[in-house]
């Protein structure tokens, strides 16, 4: 039996590890051996890539696909989109949702996992049909959480709703490493019953829960599951992916990978991975085992966030409370997964109610969109009192909001003017506005230093 590796070092490895800091030059002299080492895929876009290209790295995050795209001839290129939110923190007009999958895959992007913080399907309808229309393969993403209200008949009524769809595949999207390995055998054993399309796992090794999961879930006949190479795994990122296609393939499993090839590619990040912990950037408390996540079920990228926020307001010391305020919070608001942007908005609302030292003494902006419906339904029932603090006399709305948003696309390509190139700029200044401003003026003044220097030069 085959059973596919996607690879995930240049995306969900690096976000969870390292905030998304790797530049496009730490990893292009490998590019061409990943591609030669038969993984199923490569996950190198999306999620934070985006908005840490144009925000700490000086990269456009366009550029930096097409780059990619440019070594990589064999293998399918993936990235992680929001659905609605596409890859910020807010809901976008359809116009700008269609636009950006469009290009996505015009640029080089080959499989697009879709979701929404809260399993509403609502919110990845028209990303999914974008998608298939310009040619990508659609896979449906469903955000695995612990809660009263998350069951299996409940995952599996969600997997329909997909297939329902017209997905190319189905993700169980684990993003706290919280899936124990019989839940991982008998959800995925439920689907593969009852679902007639691919199936893919992806979890992380925060729990230390990982590769026993995997393990169980390729058992049930998981089709695909995400791994990291092992120099960027472990800890907050995910199981490494030679020690899953080793032990697979001495269980009779095929994976397509060649373990010399593999070598390559980790001995090559071994010098990386040293450099970010030198630099202090890779903090070593994101490589251990958190067996606390299986309580407060905090996933990679929000943990490795959360410590950077906290050293920030040197409050380090307050992780713990913090940590043990979040299922709280969870709870007050209907048990969201704690998935972006849901993870952010709750763990900034615990942050705060911890700094503070009074719960709900302040409430962000997003718990109150959250509570009017701007995010979608709410999985469970939500706290009352809280919801009438926050929305007085006001009905929380019923439709889906991106139904409420004007079109922007073509006003925002007017609004920026010659600042933009082309269309892939008019979305990143949409997406993250001042951001994109300040780096398209970085971008000028390089390539007019560039020039002088030629000049002078010559």
Known sequence: MKVNITETVLRDANQSLIATRMPFSDFEGILEKIDDAGYHSIECWGGATFDSCLR?????PWERLRKIKSKIKKTKLQMLLRGQNIIAYKHYPDDVVRKFVEHAIQNGIDIIRIFDALND???IEVAVEQTLKSGGHAQGAICYTISPIHNLENYIKLGKQLEGMGVDSICIKDMSGIMGPQEAYDLIKALKETINKPIVL??????GLGPITYFKAVEAGCDVIDCAISAFSGGTSQPATESLHFALK???YETGLDEVILKEINDFFKPVKDKFIQSGVLDPYVLGSETDALV???PGGMLSNLISQLKQSNSLDKLAEVL????????????PPLVTPMSQIVGAQATTNVLLGERYQSISTEVKSYFRGEYGKAPGEVNAELV???????????????DTLEPEFEKAKKEIGSMAKNDEDVLSYIIFPPIAEKFFKYREESAALKVNYTITKV
């Open 56 to 60: 700490y790295l000086n990269e456009d």
């Open 121 to 123: 399907f609502r919110n």
């Open 202 to 207: 992806h979890t992380h090794s925060t729990t």
């Open 250 to 252: 001495q269980s009779g």
């Open 296 to 298: 407060y079920q905090v």
């Open 324 to 335: 043990q305020e979040i299922p709280r919070v969870r709870k007050d608001l209907g048990y």
């Open 388 to 402: 009438k603090k926050v929305l007085g006399d006001e009905e929380p709305m019923t439709h889906r909001f991106a």
